[in-house]
């Protein structure tokens, strides 16, 4: 008779009363997995290591609550997804509270204190025309010029097709371009 490893499920289920071993078990089984798809969002295989490190510990500081689902395999790339993605965003949010203007403005450097004002306004005004998106295109827009992320892997990321990506990002930009017109005759 062999001995047959123990199902997903079972293994969610033994997580669920408490068993350490079985979320053991769950992470040697699907860490190189997630591992290399989180590695997709954030580009650091450090960074990917920490994220899984919370997915795993979030799981099981939840354990109790856990809702079982149908595909325990869908469930952890769910949770790593999300949790990149928080990640992201919390960087990114980071960066834009940390940001003085001066970053993107460093192409041309100002030669009189008036443009350097007039970098500083232009600089805000962005920061301001792209907090104004709505929600699905300044995440969009962000992921592909704050984050580097190609269509496809904002697709991927959100869980929409390359052409709604496409359409989003033309309506960011086509809404920026109106809110920044004043700026961009100057530049």
Known sequence: ???????????ATRVKLGDSQALEILVVRYYQLLLNFVVR???SLDTAEDVLQ???????????TWEIPDSVRAYLYTMSRHAAL?????ASARERYESTGADESD??????PSEALEQEEFAEAVRHAVAEL?????EIYVLAHQHGLS?????????????TVKTHMGRS????????????AVF
């Open 86 to 90: 928080d990640l992201i965003r919390r």
């Open 54 to 64: 919370d997915v795993f510990i979030r799981l099981w500081e939840r354990r109790a």
């Open 1 to 11: 008779m062999r001995d047959t490893a123990p199902t997903d499920h079972d293994l």
């Open 107 to 112: 192409l041309v450097s100002p030669s009189t």
């Open 173 to 184: 930009i086509v809404t920026l371009e109106r809110r920044l017109r004043r700026f961009l």
């Open 41 to 43: 969002y954030v580009h």
């Open 134 to 138: 709505p929600d699905r295109g300044r």
């Open 151 to 163: 269509y496809r892997e904002i697709a991927d990321t959100l869980g929409i097709s390359v052409p």
